[in-house]
């Protein structure tokens, strides 16, 4: 993801939600990586105190923690996303004034930013952002849309639409920068030249989703969960294992029927292509249930341990913090 | 529930997978509570450290955790699940012979546990725990089924065959005890005498998934989680909190359309009754968003607190550990 940011010219600020692990990040260090996206103010200073110097906080201002802001854009290069005049007025005067602002832009997801086609509410809020005396930055948008999309083409597309309207946002404020970043979209898009900034999370890990959505391969899938066998049904084809909601999210995939992870055996070298007609089929808070075949429920014992690819790696990785090998 | 417990001359064993508090605990060993129940040996070693004397870690034995076992074993009272006499031969002789045993019996749910038809299985598994020199104490279930009740009567007709079976098989081998306990049956049915334990854990918080099954009143959800307003959306009147899925997890309801929360507000007493045609209908990491009523939004500001009851309250405490306040 580092080289094709770098073959679109765009700089590379990857979001650490995903991860959010301190070890993880070191690789992005390793690869000349100095600017990172996040998307809360705890997940900033954990962070910056790990000598992150650069940082966006991809999430609305909460006017909850300004003050937390403040120390840290004394420490570090910090740069806040607004969508709204009001919060505007609310930061005015109170916000350290080397802080950056970015304006958050909705090109169709429809989760927070302002809709692209209020063109007056935009203007009056850069307006107000450059009077405050805040660094405005740019246009920022997270096109999630392309979670929904049925192929890699409309994945595209989205892209493009979304990037189209950023362009223009560009043209009638120069000096500004466009900053995007879905998985999805920095994985299927070849040419991302027309962006500025890219904020890829979940490609750190992939998961099952984005193997779906078709951003990458199964073999791309850099996370799974090991867990040990405790049960074995063999007259439903069952199994069950330590591994449940808390430890992988109840996130699911529905494709001929919902599951909720696909499973995997470990080898030496790391672990198998997922087990054929095997699914994670049900999640309770600690138990999962497997639906395999009589010839893989034959080869198990109890204690014995699976790996599960998880349907949402970021999720699964949030509940895992504290358990997490880092190969 | 102590009470209901008490009425119907049945120990009460509390499930604490749902708060996993220490300071929670406390109130149930205010309340006279002796014995209680977990879903895992961390959580066991966590409550026998905080005073705890007595516990049933009511998941099947995790063949990997034999030496955790022991060294609880010799400190406490711990009684451990089996459904398969695979599991009894690996632990026979290298498993500390106070351990108490259960047998989980399969009453229809199909998630663990030997199905009660199996009358081979079961005589056969609990002729190797006595033979084990392990302590057979009776027969343990988890009537899971109920959270797909129609009707609090259907939750009655579940625990009724769930009992009912259990006491074939107690009458069938004696001096044993039967154990039953999710928070549906034990909240709707009236008289519990046929049960020697009882096991809820939910209703501790209670949440929304338990009051659309009928098993508690708005009112007895004693959990919110408190979220900053952070984006005001009138065009499509919607609001955007930070609380997401790594605070609620994705438990949603699908009562007219899926939803992820109610959302109430914050009074001196506590909070308000949820606020009228307001759902979390959509859930990310961190971002919620709420569809409500142009009545409610303008009377809004960023930063403002509001609070959303969860579908899930055992997953949203998982969650929040480290940030809950027990008042």
New interface residues.
Partial sequence: MADKASASSAVFRPHF?THQSVGVGKWFKESGIEAITV??LSMANEFADAGWNDITIA??????ELEGYNKLSKKIDLNLLV??A??ID?LSSRLDSGTGIFLEIDTGY???GI?FS?EDKIRNIIAAIRKSGLQFKGFLTHS?DTYSAKSPDEIKMIYTKSISILEVLKNNYPNTIISVGDTPSCSTVHDLSQADELRPGNFVYYDLMQFYLGSCTIKDIAVSVAC?V???YP??N?I?I?GG??HL???FLDKDGKFFGLVVKYTDEGWTAPIAATRLS?L????G?ISTTPGFLKTL???D?LGVLPVHS??TA??LRENTLII
């Fill in positions: 939600k998307s809360s999430f609305p201002v909460n006017m909850r969508d709204s009001e919060v609310g429809g989760r927070s809709h209020e999630g040990p405790t049960g074995i007259e439903r069952e069950v330590y909601a808390v999210s109840k996130e049900s309770s808070q600690e138990h249930l014992s109890h204690g341990l970021c999720l949030n509940l």
